[in-house]
């Protein structure tokens, strides 16, 4: 009888932990998901809004494009930076290092550079910069959404691990020129430099960490261009398509 009643307390305890980590693993899917929704939203929105406003007024729109999205932007690069704490914990499957590098890339060159230098903001490649991002946001996240929910598309699927593969290096660029047209309004209006007094005798002088910022950002390019062929690869292998099909 006692080994009886141990079976049976191993057997509930069994039973317990199995409902307690699906109950768990069901309500951190629910929390991706809304992310995930919430990003394919705001995303959403500001392609659609570009665009309807490059139809509406042609070149007249890309002046003003910061002024216009900006905010929705920024919020929506504010809360990717969680992508980050959801791979630390667990809950995201992704690689930690290539996450960290593209989240960065666009903090710094979003909110160090545009945004601190009104000049930079009307100029065309912020436009050219937020089409390439939003365009690849939209892809990525509306992917995320329907694999959370087990939906896979093959056509999405070929384009979510495909899209990337070209644009991420004109993205690159983008933000490569975006700092070059910022340095002279850095160099003449000498924002975050900065001049210790005696006796530090020390100074920090911001165009030239953002030339040393340009090298860094090619050689980041290289290592996630890198991640990106092996991911397609992981992704849209003959048996990974097949088992998605099933």
């Given at each position: 009888?006692?080994?009886?009643?141990?079976?049976?307390?191993?057997?509930?305890?069994?039973?317990?932990?199995?409902?307690?980590?699906?109950?768990?693993?069901?309500t951190?899917?629910?929390?991706?998901?809304?992310?995930?929704?919430?990003?394919?939203?705001?995303?959403?929105?500001?392609?659609?809004?570009?665009?309807?406003?490059?139809?509406?007024?042609?070149?007249?729109?890309?002046?003003?494009?910061?002024?216009?999205?900006g905010?929705?932007?920024?919020?929506?690069?504010?809360?990717?930076?969680?992508?980050?704490?959801?791979?630390?914990?667990?809950?995201?499957?992704?690689?930690?290092?290539?996450?960290?590098?593209?989240?960065?890339?666009?903090?710094?060159?979003?909110?160090?550079?545009?945004?601190?230098?009104?000049?930079?903001?009307?100029?065309?490649?912020?436009?050219?910069?937020?089409?390439?991002?939003?365009?690849l946001?939209?892809?990525?996240?509306?992917?995320?959404?329907?694999?959370?929910?087990?939906?896979?598309?093959?056509p999405?699927?070929?384009?979510?691990?495909?899209?990337?593969?070209?644009?991420?290096?004109?993205?690159?660029?983008?933000?490569?020129?975006?700092?070059?047209?910022?340095?002279?309004?850095?160099?003449?209006?000498?924002?975050y430099?900065?001049?210790?007094?005696?006796?530090?005798?020390?100074?920090?002088?911001?165009?030239?960490?953002?030339?040393?910022?340009?090298?860094?950002?090619?050689?980041?390019?290289?290592?996630?261009?890198?991640n990106?062929?092996?991911?397609?690869?992981?992704?849209?292998?003959?048996?990974?398509?097949?088992?998605?099909?099933?």
């Open positions: 009888r006692l080994q009886f009643l141990q079976v049976k307390k191993l057997e509930y305890c069994s039973k317990s932990y199995s409902l307690h980590f699906h109950l768990h693993s069901f951190m899917n629910t929390y991706l998901f809304v992310y995930d929704l919430m990003q394919f939203c705001g995303h959403s929105w500001i392609f659609t809004n570009m665009i309807i406003r490059f139809m509406s007024f042609g070149k007249d729109s890309l002046a003003d494009t910061f002024y216009s999205i905010l929705v932007m920024r919020l929506c690069q504010l809360l990717s930076i969680l992508e980050i704490l959801h791979i630390l914990t667990g809950i995201d499957k992704s690689r930690l290092f290539p996450r960290i590098l593209q989240i960065a890339e666009r903090i710094i060159v979003l909110f160090v550079v545009i945004n601190s230098q009104e000049e930079v903001q009307g100029k065309y490649v912020v436009c050219v910069l937020f089409f390439l991002w939003n365009l946001d939209v892809v990525r996240y509306t992917y995320n959404m329907l694999a959370r929910m087990g939906i896979y598309y093959l999405l699927t070929w384009l979510n691990f495909s899209l990337c593969i070209p644009l991420y290096p004109l993205s690159v660029l983008a933000k490569a020129f975006a700092i070059c047209v910022s340095l002279p309004y850095f160099e003449s209006f000498g924002t430099s900065i001049k210790l007094p005696f006796p530090f005798a020390f100074s920090i002088y911001f165009p030239y960490v953002l030339k040393m910022y340009l090298l860094v950002l090619f050689i980041g390019m290289c290592f996630i261009i890198q990106l062929f092996s991911e397609r690869k992981a992704h849209l292998g003959t048996g990974n398509i097949k088992k998605k099909r099933s």
